[in-house]
């Protein structure tokens, strides 16, 4: 129920002009209430007069919209461009005020969620890359203003840094004096070199840096890594994601195996210097028998763990199942590897250990057939903590799918499965894995009956709690959503580069 504050803050930003005229004789520990206000209904104007004037020493954007201040909703999944693009504007236009001083001192605009879909009035989002560029751009034209030097307001953020923001979150960056100065505390890198990657990093602070991806277009190599990692420095870093191939040997050079051991384990002890690192996501390098060295050292368990399409083999699984992160585990992922034909034992262990912690575990493309469904159903029978259970792309049948829903029925806390098309909706004989074209050529109407059959087994034992689905192509990733043009531009460039590079080693072989 709304409160009679609630009701009056709204009924107050509804009418921008009379909100506006009134702000200066408000008390200021109104001004929160105020705001949430007007992101809830969209006052725009009201937002950036709030944000002018704002008289606490913090704003912090995720606080302020969470459940727990006044109206209690959350608004944390509403990225509404209108209103984010008010905050911003309402902060340079807090600096920009010539009388009095700032009360402001930090900015916190991190904790808002991308979702696919919006429920802010206007439906149009302002995804973490948009938010970049934003705020990039409005501190570059405030380096440009020739304002009083004060002490600057922290601004703490999420970046987001391609090719296409790259020179502007540069500038942005820079040393100088700035009236908002930007703390990065997640950085996400995608269509870079791996020069560039090193500098906009050196200027983003890494010394604070919680979180960093660096992902799909950028590439890099085992030296690479080891550069990044042992001459920036991330001490406070709790998350890193690596790309494909990262820890591949140097493509100009034929490393010893000597030089490619020490590489490695030149990598694992920068890596075992990051105190409070807990989430590792390298999934597709080769790490075939360096698992155990890469994370033997580290020194703190890890949480969330994604090793997909590695190569694992015997010796990896088998540190796996027997090492301290085993027990922590939340987040796992081992797609890619058959783990019930090569790996039954050491994977029943694993999970066995994992079970009182295990919250998410995928699985796809892991060659699991009929015959392994007891075992499945076995080793995740004591997995009483998981929320979300994918695993797509397995040649499982309509029956075998049935037998596992009906198990699935009694992990208490499952809310999510993503499950395969069953291969009784494809020709006889189809070959797995898949690639995208012969996964799409099913029996569409076969597989909604199937389908219908799944979620009737979940509904008869009382769980319509569980969402079930088969997304062919991958779930909803907001960054790349918001990139896609810039990032399918960048490849069409790397294959013409490709393609002339193989021309010219054509001319010299003639």
């Known amino acids: 129920m709304r409160s009679l504050r609630s009701i009056s803050a709204e009924a107050l930003v509804s009418h921008p002009q009379v909100a506006q005229q009134s702000l200066d004789s408000v008390a200021h520990n109104l001004y929160p209430l105020l705001f949430k206000a007007s992101y809830l209904l969209e006052q725009a104007v009201v937002i950036r007069a709030l944000l002018e004037r704002w008289p606490l020493e913090e704003f912090r954007l995720s606080v302020l919209l969470g459940p727990h201040s006044e109206p209690p909703v959350d608004l944390r999944d509403r990225t509404c461009r209108p209103c984010l693009e008010a905050c911003v504007q309402g902060l340079a ?63 703490l953020t999420d970046l987001f840094v391609t090719e296409g923001n790259f020179e502007l979150v540069l500038r942005a960056l820079g040393p100088g004096p700035a009236p908002l100065r930007v703390h990065c505390l997640s950085f996400r890198a995608d269509s870079l070199g791996p020069s560039q990657l090193m500098q906009v990093l050196r200027l983003a602070g890494p010394g604070e840096l919680h979180r960093l991806e660096v992902v799909h277009n950028v590439r890099l190599h085992a030296g690479h890594v080891q550069q990044l990692l042992a001459q920036v420095g991330f001490p406070r870093l709790a998350s890193l994601t690596l790309p494909a191939k990262a820890f591949d040997a140097p493509p100009s ?15 694992a002890w920068e890596l075992s210097q990051m105190s409070q690192l807990n989430e590792l996501s390298v999934a597709f390098s080769t790490l075939t028998g360096k698992i155990p060295k890469l994370l033997g050292p580290l020194q703190t368990p890890l949480r969330t763990l994604d090793l997909a399409n590695c190569s694992l083999n015997h010796e990896d699984m088998a540190f796996l199942a027997d090492c301290t992160h085993a027990a922590h585990l939340e987040v796992l992922d081992l797609s890619g590897h058959s783990l019930f034909s090569l790996f039954p034992s050491t994977f029943f262990r694993l999970l066995g250990w994992a079970a009182q912690t295990l919250r998410v575990l995928t699985m796809e493309e892991c060659d699991i057939e009929d015959s392994h469904v007891s075992m499945l159903i076995l080793a995740l029978s004591p997995c009483h903590e998981l929320c979300e259970l994918r695993f797509l792309g397995n040649p499982l049948s309509a ?16 809310r999510r499965a993503e499950f395969p098309v069953p291969k009784d909706c494809y020709p006889e004989g189809t070959a797995y894995p898949q690639d995208d074209l012969a996964m799409s050529k099913f029996d569409q109407q076969k597989y909604d009956a199937i389908a219908e059959d799944l979620r009737a087994v979940l509904l008869r034992a009382g769980r319509g709690d569980i969402q079930v689905c088969t997304p062919l192509f991958g779930s909803f990733d907001p960054d790349i959503q918001e990139t896609s043009n810039e990032l399918g531009a960048f490849l069409l460039r790397a294959f013409k580069a490709a393609l002339e590079n193989f021309s010219r080693a054509l001319e010299q072989m003639e």
Not at 116 to 131: E, N
Not at 399 to 414: D, G, I, M, T, Y
């Open 93 to 155: 236009d807090h600096v920009l005020r010539a009388a009095g001083p700032w009360r402001l001192r930090v900015a916190d605009l991190t904790g808002v969620r991308d979702v696919q879909v919006q429920q802010c009035p206007c439906g149009r989002a302002l995804g973490r890359w948009g938010r970049t560029e934003l705020l990039a751009r409005t501190c570059c034209q405030l380096q440009a203003a020739s304002l009083v030097v004060r002490p600057p307001v922290r601004v």
């Open 399 to 414: 029956r075998a799918l049935r037998r596992l829903f009906v198990a699935l029925c009694e992990l208490p806390k499952l």
């Open 253 to 267: 050079s034929t490393l010893s195996p000597d030089r490619a051991d020490r590489l490695l384990t030149s990598i």
